[in-house]
């Protein structure tokens, strides 16, 4: 006995096959939809790590040429510092040859009895220079600093050289003090030195010269 199903049944059967067939089908452009969209952001990234890696490359090039282009500047800054120095030196051996230079100094000591305001050098009773003193000039000479007063040509023979000072004594008093010295020019360059010192002992400010050899 041959049994056959109801035309109904086998319309029913063949859809259902048909069902459970189509999401395993369609999932498949699905799949490629979505493994194209991991290559698009794989791409998206790598080009994002390579820009970044390029600035990197791009600031590192910047930064070696701002370091050359600094090293640069410094040297030739010292190049300058250098030529002006010479012909500073240059300058001077031209307007005071050594057979006429004559140069005057000072220095002082401590400088905790003597305030300094202003100095005024004479050469043969005749007015040469006159400098009045900054808190910073001050400050310079009480570390140790050495200060050239003047230099001009002297010819050869005696002469006497005279530094007055004038400023605040002790107990804040007004003080002027004048200094002397005579020397003999020669055909060398001549140099003076007028120097301020604290006199603890006495409690007052002390004044020396010295010629230099």
């Given at each position: 006995m041959t049994f056959s199903w109801?035309?109904?049944y086998i319309s029913l059967i063949t859809l259902l096959l048909f069902c459970l067939h189509?999401?395993?089908?369609?999932?498949?452009?699905?799949?490629?939809?979505?493994?194209i969209?991991?290559?698009?952001?794989?791409?998206?990234?790598?080009?994002?790590?390579?820009?970044?890696?390029?600035?990197?490359?791009?600031l590192e090039e910047t930064e070696l040429e701002e370091s050359s282009l600094d090293a640069e500047i410094e040297a030739l800054k010292k190049e300058v510092l250098s030529l002006n120095r010479d012909l500073f030196i240059l300058e001077?051996?031209?307007?005071?040859?050594?057979?006429?230079?004559?140069?005057?100094?000072?220095?002082?000591?401590?400088?905790?009895?003597?305030?300094?305001d202003s100095v005024q050098l004479k050469i043969n009773d005749k007015n040469i220079a006159n400098h009045l003193y900054t808190e910073r000039?001050?400050?310079?000479?009480k570390r140790g600093g050495v200060q050239r007063l003047y230099i001009g040509n002297l010819p050869s023979g005696e002469h006497e050289i005279v530094a007055i000072f004038t400023g605040v004594g002790p107990s804040g008093r007004d003080y002027r003090r004048g200094e002397s010295?005579?020397?003999?020019?020669?055909?060398?360059?001549q140099f003076v030195e007028f120097m301020i010192a604290d006199d603890?002992?006495?409690?007052?400010?002390?004044?020396?010269v010295r010629v230099w050899e």
């Open positions: 109801p035309m109904k189509t999401p395993v089908s369609a999932q498949e452009p699905v799949d490629e939809a979505a493994e969209a991991v290559d698009e952001s794989l791409e998206e990234t790598s080009g994002i790590a390579a820009d970044e890696s390029s600035d990197e490359n791009l001077e051996d031209l307007l005071f040859p050594p057979n006429t230079q004559f140069s005057v100094f000072l220095s002082m000591d401590s400088g905790a009895l003597f305030s300094l000039e001050l400050a310079a000479l010295v005579v020397i003999e020019k020669t055909t060398e360059p603890t002992g006495k409690e007052q400010p002390q004044f020396d």
